[in-house]
């Protein structure tokens, strides 16, 4: 992977890229940058130095060099930087569009091109599954799957993946990931999930296809209900199940949810997503459900 060098004061310089206000960065800062013959984006690592660093090279380099399998809507880093000969984080290009949390919180968007958003996502789960079934490639996944690490770009309705630094790809160290915690769902099923008890890895769950098909549940479930459903404990789970049922929910689609607490293994319900109607996205919401419920 090449590098971009960069002395101090170029980097002084830099313009920070302006940020959706739903969109959450915890591991860097983004910058604009312009810088020879390159025009993108950098990510500044907040932690340069010892074993996470470590495997944060790695994944970049894992990343780069199977980018040819890659798919096409993987944004890949382009190179490392360095600043005064120390390497602090790693180029990307822009993507001109928005953070897909803030398109599903848009209330101005139909909402029957969230579902495309949404349904999308699954569309990408196949596309890896397919890669670790007919590639060398066998270890990839999102991992961190939720809102914000999607872009969507509305001229062409293009999804990209971003923050692909903290994907599971060949083998690299499990980063932590915002809906596989200690006080997730998921732990009502430990057995079925790979819980980490590595003490040296900071990572909850040691990612595959259960725990990305489970990431993309809790996504579109926080879209119906308009809150995350993460936390709930097995009882309100089964409780808002129940009542997705009385309004309709699509059988199948509602299958899926069951399964990401049930010992089976999940399965991917973008096929179902589009089953959705606007009448059954307004009565699931936390609001009207939580009215109902006090009838």
Request: glycine share 4%.
């Amino acid at each position: 992977m090449k590098t971009i060098h960069l002395s101090k004061r170029k980097f002084k310089e830099l313009d920070l890229l302006e940020l959706d206000k739903d969109t959450i960065n915890t591991e860097g800062t983004i910058f604009e940058l312009d810088h020879n013959n390159y025009s993108g984006l950098l990510k500044k690592l907040y932690c340069t130095e010892g074993y996470s660093f470590g495997n944060k090279l790695y994944t970049l380099e894992m990343l780069d060099f199977y980018r040819d399998i890659l798919p096409n809507c993987f944004v890949i880093p382009d190179s490392l930087v360095s600043v005064a000969g120390e390497v602090v984080g790693f180029t990307f290009k822009k993507i001109n569009g928005y953070n897909l949390q803030t398109v599903l919180n848009n209330k101005g968007i139909d909402y029957k091109d969230k579902l495309y958003y949404l349904k999308s996502i699954g569309d990408v789960l196949d596309k890896l599954a397919s890669i670790r079934k007919n590639s060398e490639l066998k270890d990839l996944f999102i991992s961190d799957l939720q809102e914000c690490n999607f872009m969507v770009n509305p001229l062409n309705r293009d999804l990209y993946v971003i923050d692909l630094d903290s994907c599971k790809i060949a083998n690299n160290i499990a980063s932590p990931a915002r809906y596989l915690t200690p006080k997730s769902l998921l732990n009502n099923v430990k057995s079925k999930y790979n819980i980490n008890d590595d003490p040296n890895i900071s990572a909850h769950v040691i990612p595959d296809a259960n725990s990305d098909l489970y990431c993309y549940c809790i996504v579109v479930l926080k879209y119906l209900y308009g809150d995350s459903v993460n936390n709930m404990n097995l009882e309100e789970f089964y409780n808002y199940l129940n009542y997705l049922d009385h309004i309709g929910i699509n059988k199948e689609l509602l299958d899926g949810f069951y399964y990401i607490v049930s010992i089976r293994n999940n399965i991917n319900i973008s096929t179902y997503i589009e089953s959705l109607t606007s009448e059954n996205i307004v009565r699931s919401k936390k609001n009207v459900y939580s009215k109902v419920m006090k009838r």
